[in-house]
Nanobody, 120 residues
């Protein structure tokens, strides 16, 4: 059973960068990983996903060209550049034992989340 712990969130200004990390316990081979976010009063939304081999990546249109997902061994990263106030949310890491998906309901394991706040 995978356990996920996110880190790297914080308070930044618009235009700044942040890198989120998600450390996974256990053997994560064959697990696809995803990042989702949830702003106050809104539903959880897909941000990015990467296959276990790191060959395949998916991005939400709202972050394409600004965010980059990557993984190394048991850690998955989300590099966030040119941050905007609308990126403010709690960011969650998730894992599933299959192909990457943009649907939150497809993921079996979740971290506790890390807060990202972008001021204008």
């Amino acid at each position: 059973q995978a356990q996920l712990v996110e880190s790297g969130g914080g308070l930044v200004q618009a235009g700044d960068s942040l890198r989120l990390s998600c450390a996974a316990s256990g053997d994560m081979k064959m697990y696809s990983m995803g990042w989702f976010r949830q702003a106050p009063g809104k539903e959880r939304e897909f941000v990015a996903a990467v296959s276990w081999s790191a060959v395949t990546t998916y991005y939400a249109d709202s972050v394409k060209g600004r965010f980059t997902i990557s993984r190394a061994k048991n850690t998955v990263y989300l590099q966030m550049n040119s941050l905007k106030p609308e990126d403010t949310a709690v960011y969650y890491c998730a894992a599933r034992l299959s192909f990457p998906s943009i649907a939150a309901t497809d993921y079996n394991y979740w971290g506790q989340g890390t807060q990202v706040t972008v001021s204008s």
